[in-house]
T-cell receptor, first 115, second 114 residues
Framework: ETGVTQSPTHLIKTRGQQVTLRCSSQ?????VSWYQQALGQGPQFIFQ???????GRGNFPPRFSGLQFPNYSSELNVNALELDDSALYLC??????????????FGPGTRLTVL | DQQVKQNSPSLSVQEGRISILNCDYT??????FLWYKKYPAEGPTFLIS?????DKNEDGRFTVFLNKSAKHLSLHIVPSQPGDSAVYFC?????????????FGTGTRLQVFP
């Protein structure tokens, strides 16, 4: 069983650019959540996708957008990058939204640096 | 406003002794609490969880205690092992499901020394 994978591992961008991060969920998982972890902080919820629809959003501006594909893989897009967007971006997948004991499995993350 | 707080950034414990990691929360709507462990260059790994209807949950060496009146939970690791050295995150969810959005604390770095 393949775990959650994310690409790329590291990325360097400049202010104003756009970036796309990718996540492949664990086999059979149809729910994907994205988190941003700034240095010295805990992960912060960005949004969640369930069966290709957005299913909840955290306190992030609209320039953070996402997508989930029919195979349940997902993308996080960030437009007009700012220096404060520098962080580790984590993707987590779970077997099915709702239900007990369906914990979220995290990928290793993408380290984004904005210069 | 930090809804989930881990006030100890680090903890150092001798191998074989008990490690106690603490977490406080402010949102009384939180219904589910989880602990995650994170090694460098890896994503957080689920460790143990507890529903708000319980006050204790045990899984092997790991026990989580929940005190709802004090809005406090703790993770006990007994006995501590060097492989337990990692950053531990406390997380909470308003939903009844642990697939709901998670609110994380800032983490506690545990070091277990021989």
């Amino acid at each position: 069983e393949t775990g959650v994978t994310q690409s790329p591992t590291h990325l360097i961008k400049t202010r104003g650019q756009q970036v796309t991060l990718r996540c492949s969920s664990q086999s059979g998982h149809n729910t994907v959540s994205w988190y941003q972890q700034a240095l010295g902080q805990g992960p912060q919820f960005i949004f969640q996708y369930y069966r290709e629809e957005e299913n909840g959003r955290g306190n992030f501006p609209p320039r953070f957008s996402g997508l989930q594909f029919p195979n349940y893989s997902s993308e996080l897009n960030v437009n007009a990058l700012e220096l404060d967007d520098s962080a580790l971006y984590l993707c987590a997948s779970s077997l099915e939204y709702g239900g007990l004991n369906n914990e979220q499995f995290f990928g290793p993350g993408t380290r984004l640096t904005v210069l | 406003d930090q809804q989930v707080k881990q006030n100890s950034p680090s903890l150092s414990v001798q191998e074989g002794r008990i490690s106690i990691l603490n977490c406080d929360y402010t949102n009384s709507m939180f219904d589910y609490f989880l602990w995650y462990k994170k090694y460098p260059a890896e994503g957080p790994t689920f460790l143990i969880s507890i529903s708000s209807i319980k006050d204790k949950n045990e899984d092997g060496r790991f026990t989580v205690f929940l005190n709802k009146s004090a809005k406090h939970l703790s993770l006990h690791i007994v006995p501590s092992q060097p492989g337990d050295s990692a950053v531990y995150f406390c997380a909470a969810s308003e939903g009844s499901y642990n697939t709901d959005k998670l609110i994380f604390g800032t983490g506690t770095r545990l070091q277990v020394f021989p």
